[in-house]
């Protein structure tokens, strides 16, 4: 009985864990299926909202709500800018000067927060933390429970963006053709950048649904690595399939921490994904496609 | 201006395009032959680095440059070479063995990667190499047993024909052997159906492999390549940095030396060159200036990785060609005065390619 309640404590750890990797998937999935970009940096634009809501809850003093809805918001709108201004321009470049631009400006992103906010790591009162919810003899934090309740719940409102509303549908419409929906008169450049407010200010959620799990400091974009298991898990090119590829490779992870000796709780991430890419690389919700030359 | 007109294949192929070319080749190498004695240890030691660094950057020039592969674990291959070449040092192996040998030995990690990452698209590779390349990371770092864990180990003297090589010059020298070897295999692999094969494969998969390339087995044996070069780079960086600690061989590094390639210039081996030049200057030009830079910008933790992702996003926006692409420019500039047409080295017009398949 022991194991077993120890083996959920791990398993929601996990999920919670995961919850975080699938939300920065998610970004990373966003963006490349309208663009066929993967934004190394999109850990880094988690670390931003992270901060912004530090700033505006702990400096300022504003209701943790409000406060956060403000750097999703901030965070959202900084996004939408970076491709406005960035990211449009290598359009058509090879693919890796884009992985390049985003690892640098990932690079530029740490080093600008290090100036603003210190190399400390820091946090902020949240109605979660340190709470604790007992479900049957097992004991959770609220601030796990309130990073899967907060995926579960962004994900049915990006479900419904992206069905029931005009702009959603155009945007899956230029994520599918951009010729075609070009001359459908959908303003493909501007649903881009609206894609990338969107993937930017999924992150800030990310961001600050960890901050009272684990404190936000400048270095926490490295998650982002993990986040690649996550997305290329789900195929990269899923919604679903990143949010759960995020939740198995946390729980992957608490049990190679649990059972495994040291050094592979490390490694895990990384090494589902090497295995993912080498058995599997369409990933485990792959579309079908075939090749036309 | 010289316009060198080519009258057979073989000219056209030729290392040198003139004499002139030879010529100040010739008068490079003499001048980094001398500069040992005319220069003190620490430019010495820094200019032995800037080799190092050149070799690794040839590595992953051939990779990425030349095969369009891209690789974000290089600093993995560099770490084993390292490794290698200092743990076969200290079982007492002789060091003109202990360094091909860690070549060799850092080639096969290069297939094991390269092998199961064929199938992938540019970006899954990239993904790939970076999950390849924290893994090395970790297992450098947990093995302790065999590579003295976090606390690293110091990088035993090597001899070279019973000559012991402790000094910045013994370093510097062989690195300049190395580096001329190497640039003499790539020049040379590149002038070859090998070369041009890795060259295709860049340009259109799909056109090399409908000419009868063979996209795997090529695509392998660059990996393999770009590997051994670049442990060769990093079993001589073990006697540069002299102490070997698992945290050198971070993705940071491995960023460096995809720098090297991009601010250089892909898809040249001057631009690898220069790429290194400049990425082990950079550091440098900072620590010189690092009191006089206003608001003490100078002392701020994290400029380096900052700066470096700063003109890896300049270089990508303004100037894709790199260092090498903007010499080739001002050259044209003033061979053709006052002839320079506008439209010289404008870039086509391009459209987002897709990688998909549908």
Known sequence: ?293 | MRYVFRTDYRQDIRLWRHRGDLFWYALLFVALLLIPQLMGEFYVGELGAVFIFAIAGVGLMLLVGYTGLISLGHAAFLGIGAYTNAILLKQGVLFALSLPTAGLFTALFGVAIGIPTLRMSGLYLAIATLAFGSIVGTVLQKWDKVTGGFDGFAVPTPTLFGIPLDSANGIYYVSLAVLLFVLWLSANLLRTPFGRAMVAIRDSEVSAQSMGIHLARYKTYAFAISAFITGLAGALFAHYVRFLAPDSFDVLLSVQLVTIVFVGGLGSLHGAILGAIFVRLLPQAIAIMRDDLPFGIGRMPGLEPSLFGLVLVLVILFEPGGIYGRWLKIKHWFQAYPLKRRTGFRRQKSYARSERLR
């Open chain 1, 1 to 293: 009985m022991q194991d077993a309640a120890r083996l959920m404590q791990l398993v929601v750890n996990g999920a919670a864990a995961g919850c975080i990797y699938g939300l920065i998937a998610l970004g990373f999935v966003l963006i490349y299926k309208a663009t066929e970009m993967i934004n190394f940096a999109q850990g880094d634009i988690m670390m931003l909202g992270g901060f912004f809501a530090f700033s505006l809850i702990a400096h300022w003093g504003l209701n943790y709500w409000i406060g956060a809805a403000l750097a999703v918001a901030l965070t959202a709108a900084f996004g939408y800018v970076l491709d406005a201004l960035v990211l449009r321009r290598v359009i058509g470049q090879p693919q890796f000067a884009v992985v390049m631009l985003t690892l640098g400006l990932g690079f530029i992103f740490r080093a600008v927060a290090g100036i603003t906010w210190g190399y400390d790591s820091v946090g902020f009162e949240t109605p979660f933390t340190n709470k604790t919810v007992r479900v049957g003899g097992l004991v959770l934090g609220q601030d796990n429970l309130s990073i899967i309740v907060g995926t579960v719940l962004l994900c049915l409102v990006l479900y419904l963006f992206f069905s029931k509303t005009r702009l959603g549908v155009a945007m899956q419409a230029s994520s599918q053709n951009q010729l075609a929906a070009y001359y459908m008169g959908i303003p493909v450049r501007r649903v881009f950048s609206l894609i990338w407010a969107i993937s930017a200010g999924v992150a800030a959620v990310a961001g600050i649904l960890l901050s009272p799990v684990s404190m936000i400091d400048v270095n926490m974009g490295f998650l982002g690595i993990k986040a690649f298991a996550a997305a290329v898990i789900g195929g990269f090119g899923s919604i679903p399939g990143a949010l759960v590829g995020g939740v198995i490779v946390g729980v992957v992870e608490q049990l190679a921490g649990y059972f495994l000796p040291a050094g592979f709780q490390e490694v895990s991430a990384n090494v589902v994904l090497l295995a993912m890419l080498i058995l599997r690389p369409q990933g485990l919700f792959a579309e079908r496609m075939g090749k036309r030359v």
